[in-house]
Nanobody, 120 residues
Framework: QVQLVESGGGLVQAGGSLMLSCVAS????????MAWYRQVPGKQRELVAA???????YYADSVKGRFAISRDIDKKAAYLQMNSLKPDDTATYYC??????????????WGQGTQVTVSS
């Protein structure tokens, strides 16, 4: 089992920056990728960014050029640097860990989420 704890969310003005952290505990044997999802009430959880141990990387079109995902394998951590934030980025952000290509709702391990609110 893997436990994930996110942190770093908060309230920020449009144009500002935040960095989210996701720290894992437990055996990471089955984890080859970590990802960040976000969700707003009434909508499906959306994949924001994902990074595999092998270097595969994915960004949603809406965050390309503004967000950057990174990982520190030794610290069992993943990060999401979010720059030029927009009100549309307001959501609860979740960390997901699992096998590359098998991430997403119902798959892998999940954290409890951290709220990001961007004011206009």
């Amino acid at each position: 089992q893997v436990q994930l704890v996110e942190s770093g969310g908060g309230l920020v003005q449009a144009g500002g920056s935040l960095m989210l952290s996701c720290v894992a505990s437990g055996s990471m044997f089955e984890v080859t990728a970590m990802a960040w999802y976000r969700q707003v009430p009434g909508k499906q959880r959306e994949l924001v960014a994902a990074l595999s141990t092998g270097g595969n990387i994915y960004y949603a079109d809406s965050v390309k050029g503004r967000f950057a995902i990174s990982r520190d394998i030794d610290k069992k951590a993943a990060y999401l640097q979010m720059n030029s934030l927009k009100p549309d980025d307001t959501a609860t952000y979740y960390c997901n860990a699992g096998r590359w290509g098998q991430l997403g709702p119902g798959s892998g391990f999940w954290g409890q989420g951290t709220q990001v609110t961007v004011s206009s």
